[in-house]
């Protein structure tokens, strides 16, 4: 059997990318010995489906790069600790990052990788891929889950982090999107890799999300007329300015709703306090991280995401399981999803998209029929096993 191995950053970082590789493994695992590496130590609540590489000595200083640099310099570290950070910010503005991880990281990796068939690295930002693009022996894949054309120039962290990678990839065999407009996008950012990039959509776990839709949830909607969701991590690019302002829209026209916001992340505070200055706290609830959003998602009349980018979202692959209606922005590959499954509506991502929201709302279009998850599945998982088993 052949030997693959993924390759995390941190694999206790809980995403939608996270979940579809997690996934993939749970559905190659019996024609493939699966092995996992990771800079970050896999905490125990984390079900791992694959072989975790035991690298004490990695994870032990491998923290130190892979958290925040304001998390580090406010942690009570060893003082050398926070100079290696500190330094290694440095090297990575001036573009000799890879150098600084060789020394302090890259010798601690114990295990031989030349001794696998495939390589996959997980994260279109991991700070593995340049050490993978330098192996011999293995063939190598990056996959990449977001729309990378806007994500490589949205900040000044996502600039750096990407400044090599025309040469990077160059060594690597294949790049996978997900999406045929999260391909062009690369494509025409780097066109020297125009021949090894393909196109291969998630696969969803179809089983396992009508399974947890069923379990009971403490948490309910009230009995209002619209009852709306959102679920993602709380960060600038998911936009939630622009839902709180179609939320005080529909306040201020008299609509009865509840929206419940399912995530965390780095705006919650920012995102709370907007609701309070908005005064809607009888109508827009934060939930949180929640274990399992599928019941509420199940219940919704409408999941919203309204982002200014993504690749192909996970939780439209999740609505499209549960036949829930999906408002969402034309950013990255999500209008490629909206026509596949015919899951709901796309708006243009415009300034005030109200009134195409309140339409869609008060219309009640019948979702169309799409293609079937099942055979998609069969569809993309043929051509994952493709891409691995050729040469």
Not at 185 to 199: A, C, F, N, R, Y
Not at 330 to 356: H, P, S, W
Request: glycine share 4%.
């Amino acid at each position: 059997m052949k030997r693959i191995l993924y390759v995390f950053d941190d694999i206790n970082y809980m995403s939608g990318a996270q979940k579809a590789t997690f996934y993939q493994m749970d559905c190659l695992y019996k024609q493939y010995i699966i092995d996992i590496l990771s800079l970050s130590k896999p905490d125990e609540m984390v079900e791992v489906p694959g072989r975790v590489l035991v690298l004490k000595q990695l994870w032990e200083e491998a923290d130190t790069y892979t958290c925040s640099f304001r998390e580090i310099m406010l942690s009570k570290r060893a003082f050398s600790l926070k100079i290696k950070r500190a330094l290694y910010v440095l090297a990575m503005r001036l573009g000799c990052g890879e150098y600084f991880l060789e020394h302090f990281l890259y010798n601690k990796i114990e295990y031989d990788l030349e001794s696998y068939d495939v390589i996959i690295v997980v994260s279109e930002a991991s700070k593995l891929k340049e050490l993978i693009g330098k192996l011999k022996k293995p063939k190598k894949l990056q996959w990449i889950h977001t729309d990378y054309a806007a994500w490589s120039g949205f900040s000044e962290w996502t600039k750096m982090v990407t400044k090599k990678d025309p040469e990077i990839y160059k060594r690597f065999d294949i790049i996978v999107a997900l999406s045929e407009h999260c391909k062009q996008g690369l494509v025409k950012k780097i066109p020297s890799i125009d021949d090894k990039v393909i196109v291969i959509p998630n696969l969803v776990n179809i089983k396992e999300i009508c399974m947890k839709a069923e379990e009971s949830s403490q948490i309910k909607f009230p009995e209002v007329d619209y009852k709306f969701i959102t679920v993602g991590r709380i960060d600038r690019e998911k936009n939630f300015d622009g839902i709180l302002k179609v939320c005080k829209k529909l306040r201020d026209d008299g609509i009865d709703y509840c929206w419940f916001i399912v995530g965390d992340g780095p705006m919650r505070k920012n995102v709370e306090q907007k609701i309070k200055e908005y005064n809607l706290s009888d109508n827009v609830k934060m939930l949180g991280r929640l274990e399992n959003p599928y019941p509420l998602m199940k219940n919704s009349d409408y999941f919203v995401l309204l982002s200014t980018y993504e690749g192909t979202p996970v939780t439209i692959d999740e609505c499209a399981v549960l036949k829930v209606p999906v408002i969402a922005t034309a950013v990255g590959g999500v209008r490629e999803q909206m026509e596949r499954y015919g899951t709901g509506e796309v708006v243009e991502l415009v300034d005030d998209i109200y009134e195409k929201f309140l339409n869609i709302i008060t219309t009640h279009r019948e979702i169309e029929k799409g293609t079937s998850i099942e055979t998609l599945n069969r569809i993309n998982k043929e051509k994952i096993v493709r891409v691995l088993e050729d040469r």
